[in-house]
């Protein structure tokens, strides 16, 4: 069992930044990668980023790219998203995951994963 926990959300203005963390704990973790994604109100769980766990090979979907980075702390069975230049749109809860193994299905996709955060919002306003 995983238990993962996300922090840092919050409240801001459009292009403002912020940063959310997640902490992974339970049983010896390890894991092939961990990602964000984000469900605005009324739309489907979106991916935000991925980073691989051992080599820190990040993905992004070109809403974000540039503009939103990805980082792990493996001591720490951290993840972060720093997110940078923020708009109205970005407003969303943003939950983390963790995909254990080497998965079959894109990284993109939010059924890779294994186990979720409870989720933090963030509020952008214009």
């Known amino acids: 069992q995983v238990h993962l926990v996300e922090s840092g959300g919050g409240s801001v203005q459009a292009g403002g930044s912020l940063r959310l963390s997640c902490a992974a704990s339970g049983r010896t973790f390890t894991a092939y990668a961990m990602g964000w994604f984000r469900r605005a109100p009324g739309k489907e769980r979106e991916f935000v980023a991925a980073?691989?766990?051992?080599?820190?090979?990040?993905y992004y979907p070109d809403s974000v790219k540039g503009r939103f980075t990805i980082s792990r702390d493996t001591a720490r069975n951290t993840v972060y998203l720093q997110m940078t230049g923020l708009k109205p749109d970005d407003t969303a809860v943003y939950y983390c995951?963790?995909?254990?193994?080497?998965?079959?299905?894109?990284?993109?996709?939010?059924?890779?994963?294994?186990?979720w955060g409870q989720g933090t919002q963030v509020t952008v306003s214009s």
């Open positions: 980073v691989r766990w051992r080599d820190a090979i990040t």
């Open positions: 995951g963790t995909v254990l193994r080497l998965p079959t299905t894109p990284l993109s996709l939010s059924r890779t994963y294994d186990y």
